[in-house]
């Protein structure tokens, strides 16, 4: 049986609002452009940012060569659309992983109550008594480097920020009137929790996914900083950033190009998540 | 106060058990034989030596009586042997602990003492034009990688003052300005970042107290704005700012160990990289254990005090 609600306001006004506020159109702007280099980085540059140019060493920038190029004669801005990529992948897999396993334990956790309740939050509180750089150096430790153990090892990292954003909500919608007559009216359990909690929770799960990923891409470039993440020569912007440091004071773009665009990207989806908070979420505006 | 010490000490040695469950779990649960994984980089390995090393490491042993044998070491202070060496690990943890200490510990004190002015003039001088500046400056800070940071600093330092030795370490002992100097840029690095994060704390709970009531009964009786800010807002306004000062001392510790390689220092990070790139399982675990151990009891002296100095903080 559907049972028809009054349409939500909010809901088709969001995207303009988003463009109305100047930070949030930046943080789209900026992620649109990042998710757009990332994805279309063959076409972009089909040589791909392996492809090198002895002859070419360490040029300035230039018309053939914007951002210049590296001690492989590597050119730099194509190795910076790649690293996008690599960094992107990581993280929103990343991302992906701890809402979906992190999130779906905090609804459960909050639906059964009792005992299961108490285990899964303790082993939250457990995750989060580690530094974070620490606990996903530890995990690529057990699990090995590569693509997907680094996004491994940072979904574990923030599972349990995922949980507790999703058990509060899930707690009080518990408890609601709704889903006590969706109960009542026999409705399974998993159905519950699908149908009618989790798109409750939708517009709080939005804003935490996109500041998940702003740090999640900082962890991930730490971690290729430190040599942990994915390997070279697959240039993430942060294994780029350790390798074209050795070469600093003879050529500065690479290192610097690289840790910058790392800032754009973090910077990016956390003015988007931190605008779209404002407008989802009446109870934060205002605050911080 | 003594039964929320009582909780808050239970919850402390659940933490504490779970972690160590962890990390004792984490060479049993490397894919494949850990002993195999190992002795991997020596090309001639007999089943001899594999069956020296399992049993060195106690992994001939049933899980749970390796477990609690390894807790009963870990308890006595043996948190192991590198595998290599042979040397106790706590040995060499303790040697480069103070360093990347020295790299959390002033940049926190920095960041938190120029925050607590710059937040209460960023809350006092709140008005809608500068809100969105100041929004997209403290994000943009937050955001931004303190090793990248560092590496900025170094070629600034190298265009600027190109006789200024930027990296590498030297005991202060030994050359006090030295290691000043080599210090300060990595400390800088790290400092910015989180000025900026504790800048936005400290605001936003600054604008909360400031809408109430009591702040107003303060203005109309006509104290002074200085009076209003500093005695009577921030005060309260510190509750979270303090809170947040210890949680962001982990952070700052994990950003420590990446900027460490920036400036080739020595200390804890590169000690853990190196370890793992030896599959030096021994002194990953005791390492990560250390800190992390350090980090919960820090956190929970935190809370203690805060319940001592703040009657509410129980009803929480």
Same mark, same amino acid.
């Given at each position: 049986m559907t049972v028809s609600l009054p349409a939500r306001r909010s809901r088709p006004g969001v995207f303009q609002r988003l463009i109305h506020n100047p930070l949030g159109l930046l943080g789209l702007v900026l992620t649109g452009l990042m998710v757009f280099l990332a994805v279309f980085a063959n076409v972009l540059a089909? &040589?791909?940012?392996? /492809?090198?140019?002895?002859? &070419?060493?360490?040029?300035?920038? /230039? &018309? @053939?060569h914007w951002l210049g190029t590296d001690q492989f004669g590597r050119d730099t801005l194509v190795r910076v659309i790649y690293g996008f990529r690599a960094s992107l992948l990581v993280s929103v897999g990343a991302v992906l992983i701890a809402a979906l396993v992190g999130g779906s334990l905090g609804v459960v956790a909050a639906y059964l109550g009792g005992w299961v309740d108490r285990v899964i939050m303790r082993l939250m509180d457990i995750l989060l008594a580690f530094p974070v750089i620490l606990l996903a150096i530890g995990i690529v430790a057990v699990l090995g480097q590569g693509t997907f153990n680094t996004a491994l090892a940072i979904g574990i990292v923030y599972l349990p920020s995922f949980a507790r954003l999703m058990r509060g909500p899930a707690l009080t919608l518990r408890g609601s009137e709704f889903v006590s007559a969706a109960n009542a009216l026999g409705a399974s359990g998993r159905r519950v929790i699908f149908r009618h909690i989790v798109p409750n929770i939708s517009a709080v799960l939005l804003v935490q996914t996109s500041l998940a990923l702003s740090t999640a891409i900082l962890v991930e470039a730490s971690l290729s900083f430190l040599g942990? @993440?994915?390997?070279?020569?697959?240039? /993430?912007l942060g294994s780029m950033l350790a390798e074209s440091r050795t070469f600093l004071t003879l050529q500065p773009w690479p290192a610097l190009v690289s840790g910058f665009a790392i800032l754009l990207a973090s910077l990016g989806f956390n003015l988007l998540g931190d605008s779209l908070r404002d407008l989802l979420d009446p109870r934060l505006r205002g605050r911080e | 106060m003594l039964r929320y010490s009582a909780r808050r000490f239970v919850d402390l040695l659940v933490v504490l058990f779970g972690v160590s469950v962890l990390i004792f779990l984490m060479i049993r649960l490397i894919p494949g034989d850990a002993v195999q994984i190992l002795l991997g980089a020596n090309s001639e390995v007999t089943p001899a030596q594999i069956q020296v090393l399992r049993h060195k490491l106690g992994l001939d042993l049933p899980l749970l009586a390796q477990y609690s044998s390894w807790l009963g070491q870990t308890l006595r202070g043996h948190l192991g042997q590198s595998?290599?060496? !042979?040397?106790?690990v706590t040995q060499e943890i303790f040697a480069r602990l103070p360093i990347t200490l020295e790299l959390t510990v002033f940049p926190l004190l920095l960041a938190g003492l120029l925050a607590v002015p710059l937040g209460v003039f960023i809350a006092a001088t709140?008005?809608? !034009?500068t809100e969105r500046l100041i929004r997209f400056l403290t994000i943009a800070g937050i955001t931004t990688p303190a090793f990248w940071l560092g590496t900025l600093f170094i070629y600034l330092a190298f265009v600027?003052?190109?006789?200024?030795?930027?990296?590498g370490y030297v005991p202060f002992n030994t050359d006090p300005a030295g290691h000043l100097g080599r210090m300060a840029l990595p400390v800088l690095a790290l400092a910015l970042p989180m000025l900026a994060s504790l800048v936005r704390i400290l605001r936003s709970s600054m604008l909360e107290v400031l809408n109430q009531d009591y702040i107003r009964t303060a203005q109309a009786k006509g104290l002074t704005r200085a009076t209003v800010l500093y005695r009577h807002a921030l005060r309260n306004a510190m509750v979270p700012f303090v809170t947040a000062l210890g949680l962001q001392a982990g952070a700052l510790f994990g950003g420590a160990i990446v900027v460490e390689q920036v400036f080739a220092i020595p200390g804890f990070g590169r000690l853990i990289v190196g370890a793992i790139n030896e599959r030096n399982y021994p002194l990953v675990q005791a390492s990560i254990l250390v800190v992390t151990a350090g980090f919960v009891l820090v956190n929970f002296i935190v809370d203690l005090l805060y319940a001592a100095i703040d009657p509410r903080v129980e009803y929480a």
């Amino acid at each position: 049986m559907t049972v028809s609600l009054p349409a939500r306001r909010s809901r088709p006004g969001v995207f303009q609002r988003l463009i109305h506020n100047p930070l949030g159109l930046l943080g789209l702007v900026l992620t649109g452009l990042m998710v757009f280099l990332a994805v279309f980085a063959n076409v972009l540059a089909p &040589a791909g940012p392996l /492809s090198q140019d002895i002859l &070419a060493q360490f040029k300035p920038p /230039s &018309a @053939g060569h914007w951002l210049g190029t590296d001690q492989f004669g590597r050119d730099t801005l194509v190795r910076v659309i790649y690293g996008f990529r690599a960094s992107l992948l990581v993280s929103v897999g990343a991302v992906l992983i701890a809402a979906l396993v992190g999130g779906s334990l905090g609804v459960v956790a909050a639906y059964l109550g009792g005992w299961v309740d108490r285990v899964i939050m303790r082993l939250m509180d457990i995750l989060l008594a580690f530094p974070v750089i620490l606990l996903a150096i530890g995990i690529v430790a057990v699990l090995g480097q590569g693509t997907f153990n680094t996004a491994l090892a940072i979904g574990i990292v923030y599972l349990p920020s995922f949980a507790r954003l999703m058990r509060g909500p899930a707690l009080t919608l518990r408890g609601s009137e709704f889903v006590s007559a969706a109960n009542a009216l026999g409705a399974s359990g998993r159905r519950v929790i699908f149908r009618h909690i989790v798109p409750n929770i939708s517009a709080v799960l939005l804003v935490q996914t996109s500041l998940a990923l702003s740090t999640a891409i900082l962890v991930e470039a730490s971690l290729s900083f430190l040599g942990l @993440g994915t390997r070279p020569p697959f240039p /993430s912007l942060g294994s780029m950033l350790a390798e074209s440091r050795t070469f600093l004071t003879l050529q500065p773009w690479p290192a610097l190009v690289s840790g910058f665009a790392i800032l754009l990207a973090s910077l990016g989806f956390n003015l988007l998540g931190d605008s779209l908070r404002d407008l989802l979420d009446p109870r934060l505006r205002g605050r911080e | 106060m003594l039964r929320y010490s009582a909780r808050r000490f239970v919850d402390l040695l659940v933490v504490l058990f779970g972690v160590s469950v962890l990390i004792f779990l984490m060479i049993r649960l490397i894919p494949g034989d850990a002993v195999q994984i190992l002795l991997g980089a020596n090309s001639e390995v007999t089943p001899a030596q594999i069956q020296v090393l399992r049993h060195k490491l106690g992994l001939d042993l049933p899980l749970l009586a390796q477990y609690s044998s390894w807790l009963g070491q870990t308890l006595r202070g043996h948190l192991g042997q590198s595998i290599w060496t !042979g040397a106790p690990v706590t040995q060499e943890i303790f040697a480069r602990l103070p360093i990347t200490l020295e790299l959390t510990v002033f940049p926190l004190l920095l960041a938190g003492l120029l925050a607590v002015p710059l937040g209460v003039f960023i809350a006092a001088t709140h008005n809608s !034009g500068t809100e969105r500046l100041i929004r997209f400056l403290t994000i943009a800070g937050i955001t931004t990688p303190a090793f990248w940071l560092g590496t900025l600093f170094i070629y600034l330092a190298f265009v600027l003052a190109p006789r200024w030795v930027t990296i590498g370490y030297v005991p202060f002992n030994t050359d006090p300005a030295g290691h000043l100097g080599r210090m300060a840029l990595p400390v800088l690095a790290l400092a910015l970042p989180m000025l900026a994060s504790l800048v936005r704390i400290l605001r936003s709970s600054m604008l909360e107290v400031l809408n109430q009531d009591y702040i107003r009964t303060a203005q109309a009786k006509g104290l002074t704005r200085a009076t209003v800010l500093y005695r009577h807002a921030l005060r309260n306004a510190m509750v979270p700012f303090v809170t947040a000062l210890g949680l962001q001392a982990g952070a700052l510790f994990g950003g420590a160990i990446v900027v460490e390689q920036v400036f080739a220092i020595p200390g804890f990070g590169r000690l853990i990289v190196g370890a793992i790139n030896e599959r030096n399982y021994p002194l990953v675990q005791a390492s990560i254990l250390v800190v992390t151990a350090g980090f919960v009891l820090v956190n929970f002296i935190v809370d203690l005090l805060y319940a001592a100095i703040d009657p509410r903080v129980e009803y929480a």
